[in-house]
């Protein structure tokens, strides 16, 4: 039974690997996966390689870098040519050209080529990861698609301190943590957001948007941005992933997180929601706030497993600036 699912699971990533990026990648990416079968034979190319062998695809118009032996984000990316499509979907409809951001836990680039496209060269993002591979592989990516004129990269923890830090290794290159995921860790620079802002001479108020996923270490890191939230002169975008399941480490929940958001004058904007159709396919997409829906709803009907329908954890927010005569559902 094993072996039958797992030429199964073969099979269902060839064939997406085929339609999304054709049959040279296919074959590169089964002649690699047959290599992984043999023990002796995986040990040996894996510590040739120093865990990482890399394939040039293209993902929603940028060309990406990812690495085969990575079971997170590389591998979603190479058998299903893109991943949170909803998330993108809400970047997509919020950044405008000229544009500066905060990219907080970068990782390879995926939403920072998104982020660069949208704002173009007369715009700016500061992006932020502190994985060693990861931030290798980010400053790869952005090199390869020409956008070294409007990123800057940075290798830091974002948290509520600044000193040294421990970043926790998964082996998904998209689940590393501050929380003890592993026994695996290296040491990073944590700084506050208002920390990093003093430090590389960015005024906050020029700042239009700030996208996080930072693996519930949100929680810690947002009540010390205090100078990117006030005195705003511009509306301030948030996306961020939320991850309720980490957040009683640090002695915090879902609702009083979004109770701080809200206290800091945040208006919820956008969820994204799954649909399943008849057929059992999976489609996300962002839903505005703006027909009237209520947070309570979104938080009673938050996904909890995979396969089902409901919203996820990828909300957009916006901080308006005092006494702005726009409505804020109607931006």
Avoid at 33 to 59: E, G, M, T, W, Y
Avoid at 87 to 94: F, P
Avoid at 242 to 252: F, G, K, L, N, R
Avoid at 307 to 315: I, P, S
Wanted: hydrophobic residues 40%.
């Amino acid at each position: 039974m094993k072996t039958k699912n797992r030429f199964n699971r073969l099979w269902h990533d060839l064939g997406g690997i085929f339609r999304n990026h054709g049959l040279r990648a296919a074959l590169f990416y089964f002649v690699v996966k047959i290599i992984a079968k043999i023990p002796l034979l995986s040990l040996i190319f894996k510590k040739a390689c120093k865990q990482k062998l890399l394939i040039k695809v293209r993902i929603l118009n940028n060309w990406m870098y990812l690495n085969l032996f990575d079971p997170g984000i590389s591998y979603r990316l190479i058998v299903n040519g893109s991943r949170e499509e909803g998330h993108v979907e809400q970047i997509q409809n919020a950044l405008k050209a000229g544009m500066k951001g905060i990219d907080i836990g970068a990782n390879i680039g995926y939403y920072v080529l998104i982020e660069s496209q949208l704002v173009g060269p007369g715009g700016k993002i500061f992006c932020i990861e502190p994985a060693p591979d990861n931030f290798s592989l980010l400053k790869k990516n952005i090199t390869e698609n020409n956008f070294n004129d409007r990123t800057k990269c940075f290798q830091y923890l974002i948290g509520d301190k600044n000193g040294p830090g421990k970043l926790f290794l998964s082996e998904a290159a998209n689940s590393h943590s501050v929380s003890a995921v592993s026994n695996r860790w290296v040491g990073v620079p944590m700084l506050t957001l208002d920390e990093f802002l003093a430090s590389q001479n960015i005024d906050p108020s020029e700042i239009d948007f700030l996208r996080m996923d930072i693996e519930g270490y949100e929680v810690m890191a947002v009540p010390h941005m205090h100078k990117l939230f006030t005195g705003r002169k511009k509306p301030l975008k948030l996306f961020i992933e939320v991850h309720p399941s980490a957040y009683e480490e640090w002695d915090w929940t879902l609702e009083k997180f979004m109770d701080y958001l809200i206290s800091q004058g945040f208006i919820l904007k956008s969820v994204v929601e799954r649909e399943i159709d008849e057929q059992g396919l999976i489609k996300d997409r962002a839903v505005s706030m703006a027909n009237g829906m209520k947070l309570a709803e979104v938080l009673r009907r938050r996904i909890k497993k995979e396969n089902e329908a409901g919203f996820l954890d990828n909300w957009f927010l916006e901080l308006q600036p005092p006494n702005d005569e726009n409505s804020l559902f109607n931006s």
